[in-house]
Each structure stands twice: as C-alpha cells, then as structure tokens.
Nanobody
C-alpha cells in the first residue's frame, strides 16, 4: 500500500506561483514513477507532469516551461513548482504513483495510487 498526501494548493493571482508537495508512505519510493494530474469541473482528468525513478521528466504541452516536477527520494516527496500561472490552470491537482514501473506514463489508468487532491485556483 502507498499513501499519498498532497499539500500546497490555494488561491493565486494570474502570473503568480505555487508549489505543490506530495508525501508518499509505504513501499520503496525511489523504485516507481510519480505523476501529477489535474481535473477541472466538467472535464476529464488530464496529465500535467511525470517523473521516473531516474529523475527523467515529461510535461504536458500546456505547462511546459512553466511547471517543474522534482522528487526527493530521501524524503519520499515529489514537488510540482508552478510558475506563471494562468486562469486555465485552475483545477484540482492530484498526485499519483505508478508502483508497477519506474517509468512515467501520461495515462491516468497506468497509475495505481492517488492522493486526495488539492485545489488550485488562479483568479484576480
């Protein structure tokens, strides 16, 4: 079992920054991929960023250059630094773990553990 707990969401003005944190407990953290997804009202859950066990990363086109995903295996934590935020970034953000593989995926179905989500609202 893996438990994921997100924190760091909130309300920010357009152009501002937020940093989301996800703390993982349970199995060997460094051996599996982690991902961030988001879901806006009446929209499907979409991929935001992923990081594999060797710190390789990938991003959705919509956040490339603005968001950065990192992991600290010593603290079992994955971070999502979000800069230059836009109103369209407003959503619930979910941390996810893919314990079956060290490689990230952009598909929600490939991740088998999820956090409870944290709200990010970008508005003036």
């Amino acid at each position: 079992q893996v438990q994921l707990i997100e924190s760091g969401g909130g309300l920010v003005q357009p152009g501002g920054s937020l940093r989301l944190s996800c703390a993982a407990s349970g199995r060997t953290f460094s051996s599996y991929a982690m991902g961030w997804f988001r879901q806006a009202p009446e929209r499907e859950r979409e991929f935001v960023a992923g990081i594999n066990g060797l710190d390789g990363t990938t991003y959705a086109n919509s956040v490339q250059g603005r968001f950065t995903i990192t992991r600290d295996n010593s603290k079992n934590t994955v971070l999502l630094q979000m800069n230059s935020l836009k109103p369209e970034d407003t959503a619930i953000y979910y941390c996810s773990a893919r314990t079956s593989s060290p490689w990230y995926s952009t598909k929600p179905g490939d991740y088998n553990y999820w956090g409870q989500g944290t709200q990010v609202t970008v508005s003036s």
